[in-house]
């Protein structure tokens, strides 16, 4: 089945340094790419989509200078949270959506904890 | 404006017993709904689906309900395992750019 490798799984990082998270698509080509957030014991929310070649829509109130979205193939995204502060310390995952013979599939990756000191 | 609810955060049910995880939503628009499962530190993996033409679904342990007139679906798993265990998000896609919104989850524990 469809797959999405996300990397790195976990990164501790000091405050005022930047992280990229990588997802890539391994066996089919993702036009699309959501990223979401996870707070402790909270919901999934929608940070961003980024779309290959084009800049990424954001949600209300994320800021997109700090977390920068490049969709630059179309098997690859990444976001880079940058100057990172202790308050963006969360888990965040990426999703592609794939056409399916009966609708549209979902294809997570498996998360990178972010923990910023 | 929170368009898929889950408003039990965790329920405990014993194993081989039915476990019932409820979700309600406020948007019509949803073409259908999906229930996901999730390990913590891990990504969420896909359970059942049913599209909002119908009113149940069935995939071995798991059946999905859909009740339209009351916004209201609900996921059954029976019987319960241990491994059952985890956090489950009910989410719908919004037709018009495919994004999935996650109701908050609820955390089933399956108690020996």
């Known amino acids: 089945g469809a797959v999405v490798s996300q990397h790195p799984s976990w990164v501790i990082c000091k405050s005022g340094t930047s992280v990229k998270i990588e997802c890539r698509s391994l066996d089919f080509q993702a036009t699309t790419m959501f990223w979401y957030r996870q707070f402790p014991k909270q919901s999934l929310m929608l940070m961003a989509t980024?779309?290959?070649?084009?800049?990424?829509?954001?949600e209300q109130g994320v800021e997109k200078d700090k977390f920068l979205i490049n969709h630059a193939s179309l098997t690859l995204s990444t976001l880079t949270v940058t100057s990172a502060h202790p308050e963006d310390s969360s888990f965040y995952i990426c999703?592609?959506?794939?056409?399916?013979?009966?609708?549209?599939?979902?294809?997570f990756g498996s998360g990178t904890r972010l923990t910023v000191v | 404006d929170q368009q898929v609810k889950q408003n039990s955060p965790s329920l405990s049910v014993q194993e081989g017993r039915i476990s019932i995880l409820n979700c309600d939503y406020t948007n019509s628009m949803f073409d259908y709904f999906l229930w996901y499962k999730k390990y913590p530190a891990e990504g969420p993996t896909f359970l059942i689906s049913?599209?909002?033409?119908?009113d149940k679904n069935e995939d071995g342990r798991f059946t999905v309900f859909l009740n339209k007139s009351a916004k209201h679906l609900s996921l059954h798993i029976v019987p319960s395992q241990p491994g059952d265990s985890a956090v489950y998000f009910c989410?719908?896609?919004?037709?018009?750019?495919?994004?999935?919104?996650f109701g908050k989850g609820t955390r089933l524990h399956i108690l020996p």
């Open positions: 049913i599209s909002s033409i119908k």
């Open positions: 999703s592609a959506p794939r056409i399916m013979g009966k609708g549209v599939g979902y294809t």
């Open positions: 989410a719908g896609p919004m037709n018009r750019d495919d994004k999935i919104i």
């Open positions: 980024s779309n290959e070649g084009s800049k990424a829509t954001y």
